[in-house]
T-cell receptor, first 109, second 112 residues
Framework: QKEVEQNSGPLSVPEGAIASLNCTYS??????FFWYRQYSGKSPELIMS????GDKEDGRFTAQLNKASQYVSLLIRDSQPSDSATYLC?????????FGAGTRLTVKP | SQTIHQWPATLVQPVGSPLSLECTVE??????LYWYRQAAGRGLQLLFY??????ISSEVPQNLSASRPQDRQFILSSKKLLLSDSGFYLC???????????FGEGSRLTVL
């Protein structure tokens, strides 16, 4: 069974703080890793992708991947109330795309 | 640019009734297409994916089926809905074949 695990939260951080979201996966053959943001009642939208070990930065977002530990994370710097959403970790292997249950993030003004 | 559309957006159906959800993609050819279901407060469950016309891979459901009659059309169906089929159904296409999914607006199904 291919699984993607996330802490369900809720994770609450004050405005301007760093939010740290974590994800582990079971399929060692996984090749691509993604973070999606989902606002309540809406469909998910892709915010970050990472394919190799290390860090990838895009604006206030940094994705981190450690394939040996089967671990991927997302850091959100200078968190804003508009970042309040559920963040879904997704893992891809050969047309098979699996999602975690998501972590609900609340950024308090 | 590429776009993906789903319909209907919302539907309420009685138990035992049939279902048909449709998804179309514009601006690309031979996309990998996916159907997911999200129960209330839960993650995304992969239902079906398709790499081409008539090619469907099924993950979980017993009473749901999918078809891909045209390159950019993906249909989710059921002959008899169950209460447990309620949820938010999402169609997605893979932008580059590497897992970067772009989702439609979703179809919210309530089975009573």
């Amino acid at each position: 069974q291919k699984e993607v695990e996330q802490n369900s939260g809720p994770l609450s951080v004050p405005e301007g703080a760093i939010a740290s979201l974590n994800c582990t996966y079971s399929d060692r053959g996984s090749q691509s890793f993604f973070w999606y943001r989902q606002y309540s009642g809406k469909s998910p939208e892709l915010i970050m992708s990472i394919y190799s070990n290390g860090d990838k930065e895009d604006g206030r977002f940094t994705a981190q991947l450690n394939k040996a530990s089967q671990y991927v994370s997302l850091l959100i710097r200078d968190s804003q109330p508009s970042d309040s959403a559920t963040y879904l970790c997704a893992v891809h292997n050969n047309n098979d795309m699996r999602f975690g249950a998501g972590t609900r993030l609340t950024v308090k003004p | 640019s590429q776009t993906i559309h789903q319909w209907p957006a919302t539907l309420v159906q009685p138990v035992g009734s049939p279902l048909s959800l449709e998804c179309t993609v514009e601006g690309t050819s031979n996309p990998n297409l996916y159907w997911y279901r999200q129960a209330a407060g839960r993650g995304l469950q992969l239902l079906f994916y398709s790499v081409g016309i008539g090619q469907i891979s099924s993950e979980v459901p017993q009473n749901l089926s999918a078809s891909r009659p045209q390159d950019r059309q993906f249909i989710l169906s059921s002959k008899k809905l169950l209460l447990s089929d309620s949820g938010f159904y999402l169609c997605a296409w893979d932008g580059g074949g590497i897992g970067e999914l772009f989702f439609g607006e979703g179809s919210r199904l309530t089975v009573l």
